[in-house]
Structure formats: C-alpha cells, structure tokens
T-cell receptor, first 115, second 115 residues
Framework: DTEVTQTPKHLVMGMTNKKSLKCEQH?????MYWYKQKAKKPPELMFV???????INESVPSRFSPECPNSSLLNLHLHALQPEDSALYLC??????????????FGSGTQLSVL | AQSVTQLDSHVSVSEGTPVLLRCNYS??????LFWYVQHPNKGLQLLLK??????LVKGINGFEAEFKKSETSFHLTKPSAHMSDAAEYFC?????????????FGTGTRLLVSP
C-alpha cells in the first residue's frame, strides 16, 4: 500500500461551521504534513508532524488545528474559516531520513470552499 | 535559506519534440532537489530526486534532470513529449536536514503539449 488517502475529496462550509479533514497512510511513515495550495499557486507548508509530535507550525492561524492521533492518521480541524481559506489541502507522508532525500507521498487533496 | 526559481511560467511544445523546464536553486549547503508533477485536480507525484550520488538523474516517464553546481541549475528534460505530459511541474528544494522534509516549491511551470 503506497497511498495517502484523504477524505473528503470536496468540502463546502460556511464561516461558522466546524469541520475536519482526514488523512491516512499505512506505509509506516513517521512524518506527516499538511500543505495548502491556492489556485494556480505552489503548495505551501502548514504543519509537520514527526513521531506524532508537532515539529513545524508555519505561523498558521489558530482556526486551523492539526491533530495526529496515531502514526497512521492526521487530521486538520477547521473552525470559523474565512473565504480566503478556500484552497486545495494536501496531506503527505514520508520516512524520517537524516540524508534528507526521502520523497513525500502526497494524497490527492481536499478541495475546500468557504462561503 | 533554500529556494528555487523556475524561469518559465508556461512552456508550449508539440507532441514528439523535446521538453526543457528550467530551474535554478539557491542553497547554503549541498541541496536535496526534486521535481514533482501535478495533473489537474490531482495530488503531486515525484518525478525524480537528486541525492548527490550522480549528477544526471533519471526519473519516471522518460524524464531526467542534470544537477550543475557551477550553474546552480537542475533543469528537467525529456527527449519526446507526449500529450499525457501536459501538467504543472514544480522544482522543489528541501530546506531542512532534520529527518523530515520541509519542501520549498518553485512557482511552477505549466507544460502545454499540442498535437
């Protein structure tokens, strides 16, 4: 199994809603990532977890709350989002490797629209 | 700081002709460099990675890239374009050496392939 599975594929939410994005991998990867990709832009890193601990938070607003309940799952909890948060949210995973050349496996993303 | 610059936002080729997508990097140490491809409404797929073992790197689908330290370049090439190669291509550098990847993406090059 070399897949990163993201659900849902599409999500429409209002600014007062609470929703969660889910990501799952069964490759034994101990690093997991959330990226945000606006239309026609490159992906931007939001969060990195290594060994289920938050290692990087790229100054993301608190209305985005990540969670890594175990080594296979990564969630992104959303609350009180703004329309400008509409984007493709990509999850990825990788081995932890000091040589720093392990590739990331990306999911196909959740396309989020905030109304 | 690590960064990459993709010199062309769009490249148009005819099917069967060579492809050249240009990328220059900036790095304070020996970089880890990657090329990723993204087809419309899809996640990202690794094409190839530079690991310092060889300057000419072969990837999937007939793509290859050459690392040139003197020119700080990592251009992506393919001898003969296929229609299925039409996609967005990202040159990427890894900005950490702590085991997990902190990928910094270039702005992307959209490859258009005409019959």
């Amino acid at each position: 199994d070399t897949e990163v599975t993201q659900t849902p594929k599409h999500l429409v939410m209002g600014m007062t809603n609470k929703k969660s994005l889910k990501c799952e991998q069964h490759m034994g990867h101990r690093a997991m990532y959330w990226y945000k990709q606006k239309a026609k832009k490159p992906p931007e890193l939001m969060f990195v977890y290594s060994y289920e601990k938050l290692s990087i938070n790229e100054s993301v607003p608190s209305r985005f709350s990540p969670e890594c309940p175990n080594s296979s799952l990564l969630n992104l909890h959303l609350h009180a989002l703004q329309p400008e948060d509409s984007a493709l949210y990509l999850c990825a995973s990788s081995q932890l490797d000091r040589a720093n050349n392990e590739k990331l496996f990306f999911g196909s993303g959740t396309q989020l629209s905030v109304l | 700081a690590q960064s990459v610059t993709q010199l062309d936002s769009h490249v148009s080729v005819s099917e069967g002709t060579p492809v050249l997508l240009r990328c220059n990097y900036s790095s304070s140490y020996s970089p880890s460099l990657f090329w990723y491809v993204q087809h419309p409404n899809k996640g990202l797929q690794l094409l190839l990675k530079y690991t310092s073992a060889a300057t000419l790197v072969k990837g999937i689908n007939g793509f290859e890239a050459e690392f040139k330290k003197s020119e700080t370049s990592f251009h992506l090439t393919k001898p003969s374009a296929h229609m299925s190669d039409a996609a967005e291509y990202f040159c990427v550098v890894s900005a950490t050496n702590t085991g997990f990847q902190k990928l910094v993406f270039g702005t992307g090059t959209r490859l258009l392939v005409s019959p």
